[in-house]
């Protein structure tokens, strides 16, 4: 059973964002600077949309932090709306423009078939991406844990609309940095190039672009997750809080769709003795086995699809009326794959902490290290 647990609440144009943290330890340094320099990263890539240039996301501590450190109380964090200023009346009123033409892609029709709704506005406003801020202000928390570990966590974009990044082998750190300096948080330079490129055609041609991202995390101990039982094995706890990502539709650990289409002597990383040091010469199992990690770096690869918000129109129907009809566009990203690395981050952060906290116990940071030196 997950040691941390997190919920948001909040609506994409509604008044804030919120969440509810439980189980963090007492005495975890909290800096709220850190939180904000990590929704900044969300907010930035190639391709975002118009509501970036409205947003200014900070986060506000309401509970569970005193004096700048937990309490081992639940931590409430909010992050404001400021595009609510264009939206308070209508929503007070209930007001809101009705959209009853569901969108391909979205979970417009399945949400109001489930709920029972002829408008698809209350599906929208919470399944928009935008709840994503909460989750990364939610993952900053767990970072900071992890930090107090040694814990190293980045990301990096290697492929937007089919074009592929050759990416260097640096360590992590240096890959990392490469990664933040690239407004498309890719470390080839030419790919970037060829990826920004494609963003603008995109744009010009009203469609959107779909990529894959890459996070890794180095500094683990061995043996975080378990084999004992199905919702224990650490490689399924991550593949489920990233595929949970809005548009997220597949998750590979290390490359594991490689890795199936070579023999077996060709993909399992074996084992050497090197001073009194068990080694590896290879990582293609992504840092996880069995179920638990193994030491190595954990690699995570997720495919975002394009983002089904398009300014050239798709086919639907109205199901006020039952006719033919076409989407109207919504303000939108062309692409989010940069941004939605900074999210899968949060949220491979996320279920290391958890994953820590259960392997080392302790209801403060103090009685955690203390098992960790042990």
Not at 4 to 30: D, K, M, N, Y
Not at 169 to 177: A, F, N, R, Y
Not at 222 to 234: A, D, I, K, N
Not at 278 to 304: C, D, F, K, T, W
Request: proline share 6%; hydrophobic share 45%.
């Amino acid at each position: 059973m997950s040691r941390l647990r997190f919920v948001t609440a909040g609506e994409s144009h509604g008044p804030c964002l919120t969440a509810i943290v439980e189980g963090l330890p007492a005495g975890l340094p909290v800096d709220a600077a850190e939180i904000d320099r990590q929704l900044r990263r969300r907010q930035g890539g190639y391709g975002r949309g118009g509501r970036m240039a409205i947003e200014r996301d900070r986060v506000e501590i309401l509970g569970g932090v005193i004096g700048g450190q937990t309490t081992g109380a639940p931590v409430a964090l909010r992050v404001a709306n400021r595009d609510w200023a264009n939206w308070a009346e209508r929503w007070e009123k209930g007001d809101l423009p009705p959209l009853t033409v569901p969108r391909p892609g979205h979970a417009d029709y399945a949400g109001m078939v489930k709920y029972g709704l002829e408008d698809a506005r209350p599906v929208l406003e919470r399944a928009s991406a935008r709840e994503t801020a909460a989750r990364v202000a939610v993952g900053a928390l767990a970072r900071l844990l992890l930090a107090c570990f040694d814990v190293l966590i980045g990301s990096c974009v290697t492929e937007i609309g089919g074009i592929t990044a050759q990416v260097p082998d640096l360590p992590v750190q240096d890959l990392v940095d490469l990664a933040e300096a690239s407004d498309v948080r890719c470390p080839d330079e030419e790919a970037a190039r060829r990826m920004r490129a494609a963003i603008d055609a995109a744009r010009q041609e009203g469609d959107s672009l779909g990529g894959v991202f890459e996070v890794i995390a180095v500094g683990l101990p061995v043996g975080l997750g378990s084999y004992v039982h199905w919702e224990r094995r650490l490689d399924a706890r991550l593949a489920a809080a990233v595929i949970s990502i809005p548009a997220i539709k597949g998750v590979e650990i290390g490359p594991a769709f490689e890795n199936a289409r070579r023999p077996g002597t060709q993909v399992h990383d074996e084992f050497e003795a090197v001073a009194g040091r068990i080694l590896r010469a290879s990582n293609r199992a992504g840092g996880i086995e069995g179920g638990m990690s193994n030491g190595q770096p954990i690699v995570l690869r997720a495919a975002m699809k394009p983002i089904p918000t398009t300014i050239t129109p798709l086919r639907s129907v109205d199901l006020a009326t039952g006719e033919a009809a076409a989407t109207e566009y919504q303000r939108s990203d062309v692409c989010a794959v940069p941004a939605a690395s900074v999210v899968g981050e949060a949220m491979v952060a996320w279920v290391l902490a958890d994953a820590l906290i259960e392997k080392l116990g302790g209801d403060s940071l103090a009685e955690m290290m203390r098992h960790h030196t042990g």
